[in-house]
Structures are given as C-alpha cells and as structure tokens.
C-alpha cells in the first residue's frame, strides 16, 4: 500500500479568478483544470506551491460545496512556509489579500502573519527563525 497523500480542497466563489490569484500571488503553479459543461463550473482544479499540492473546486450547494462567504468564515487555516513571509504577503496583498495579522517575529521562535484571501481562506505564511 503507498503512503496516504492529504491534497486540501478550497472551495470559492470565482474558481478562475482564484487560480489567477494564486498564481500571481503564490506563484503557484496549474496542474489541471476541469470544467463540467453540464454545471457550467470547474469541478477540479490542481495547483502546486513547490511541492505542495492543493486544489479548488467551484462553491456549488446541491454538492454540498459551500465557500467561506456563504458560511461566515472559514473553519481552516492553510499554514505556508515560505523564505520570506514579508515579500509573500506583500505578494498576496498587492493582488487583494486582507491582512489580519501582520507579519512579525513571534515568541514561539517563528516569523508569521495571517491573511485572508480574496475568496475567504486564511493564510498563515511563516518561517522558522534561526536560533
């Protein structure tokens, strides 16, 4: 048996728009992209940040897929760790992203901050401080 894979699904309102915002912001990268003619949606969509995989899916409620807007925040926190936090968020912000905590040297020996995307999700972006 092969080791169990975790791949978050996210979903939003605007699947497109949140490819684009991830990948201008992120850098991430498109993996694949399915849109369902008889939805009228993307269903699937992959992106990778490095080796991380994370995928989307359109907010549709007769499956069940409910955005963050639709249910007054988001009940996750994606945590990225990135060399720089500071140029990242910038990154993200400059194309939409709200901060909710600034990016600061944390007592818990990190460097973090969160921000919430466009589309609702939350971001932590950090790196380890050297000791």
Request: proline share 5%.
């Amino acid at each position: 048996m092969s080791e169990p894979i975790l791949t978050p699904r996210l979903v939003v309102a605007g699947t497109d728009d949140a490819i684009a915002f991830y990948r201008k912001s992120l850098g991430a990268e498109l993996l694949e992209r399915h849109f369902d003619e008889g939805l009228g949606l993307v269903v699937h969509a992959a992106l990778s940040i490095g080796e991380a995989v994370f995928a989307l899916t359109e907010q549709s409620p007769a499956s069940h897929n409910h955005a963050p807007g639709s249910l007054g925040g988001t009940p996750v926190i994606m945590q990225l760790m990135v060399d720089d936090p500071d140029a990242v968020a910038a990154a993200m912000v400059a194309v939409g992203a709200e901060v909710i905590f600034e990016i600061a040297d944390r007592f818990y020996g990190r460097r973090d901050g969160r921000l919430r995307d466009p589309f609702g999700h939350v971001w932590i972006l950090f790196k380890t401080l050297d000791s």
